[in-house]
T-cell receptor, first 117, second 112 residues
């Protein structure tokens, strides 16, 4: 079966523009996570959803960042008024359950490399 | 707050030699611990996980890790390195919630 897919794979934008990054999780997966990974660093948690409900957005750096998952499947991470410091790899992951057992096997997508000029 | 510390951002071993990648964690509750591997231009792949069952966890590709509560460690080992093991490895921790906290990663180089 298909894994987690993300689009676009690469995005170059100019400072001040808005960007929308898409994540298509594994079919049937309840939970969806967004991470940001700067060069030479590990993934940094941004936010996650169970179904369509955003459970935790504590990792979003500021109010320019938002995410939605309106139908409990595909999710979009939007960055408004992009800045150069937003340049990073943005990774999406999904897991089969809501983590109620406290253990998450998260399946990661290939990521979207965002470059803000 | 939970955290993980990976000792050494780069580790080099000879092909056939023992691989040891170090990870120490900090958690106020019994943790769930993971090792992920990232090959060039690919997504993260789960190598193994510790979920409070056996303390010695076996993963894919011959890797294993041992949970040592007294040392707050979860080091990753492989008896004999292969060229295909060259990648970046991330240790990660999670509590009873869904958030996973990753370390900064260790890039493993295999010398012929």
């Amino acid at each position: 079966g298909a894994g987690v897919s993300q689009s676009p794979r690469y995005k170059v934008t100019k400072r001040g523009q808005d960007v929308a990054l898409r994540c298509d999780p594994i079919s049937g997966h309840v939970s969806l996570y967004w991470y940001r990974q700067a060069l030479g660093q590990g993934p940094e948690f941004l936010t996650y959803f169970n179904y369509e409900a955003q459970q935790d957005k504590s990792g979003l750096p500021n109010d320019r960042f938002s995410a939605e998952r309106p139908e409990g499947s595909i999710s979009t991470l939007t960055i408004q008024r992009t800045e150069q410091r937003d340049s990073a790899m943005y990774r999406c992951a999904s897991s089969p359950d809501g983590g109620t057992r406290g253990y998450n096997e998260q399946f990661f997508g290939p990521g979207t490399r965002l470059t803000v000029l | 707050a939970q955290s993980v510390t990976q000792l050494g951002s780069h580790v080099s071993v000879s092909e056939g030699a023992l691989v040891l990648l170090r990870c120490n964690y900090s958690s106020s509750v019994p943790p769930y611990l993971f090792w992920y591997v990232q090959y060039p231009n690919q997504g993260l792949q789960l190598l193994l996980k510790y979920t409070s069952a056996a303390t010695l966890v076996k993963g894919i590709n011959g890797f294993e890790a041992e949970f040592k509560k007294s040392e707050t460690s979860f080091h990753l080992t492989k008896p004999s390195a292969h060229m295909s093991d060259a990648a970046e490895y991330f240790c990660a921790v999670s509590d009873m919630g869904d958030k996973i906290i990753f370390g900064k990663g260790t890039r493993l180089h295999i010398l012929p």
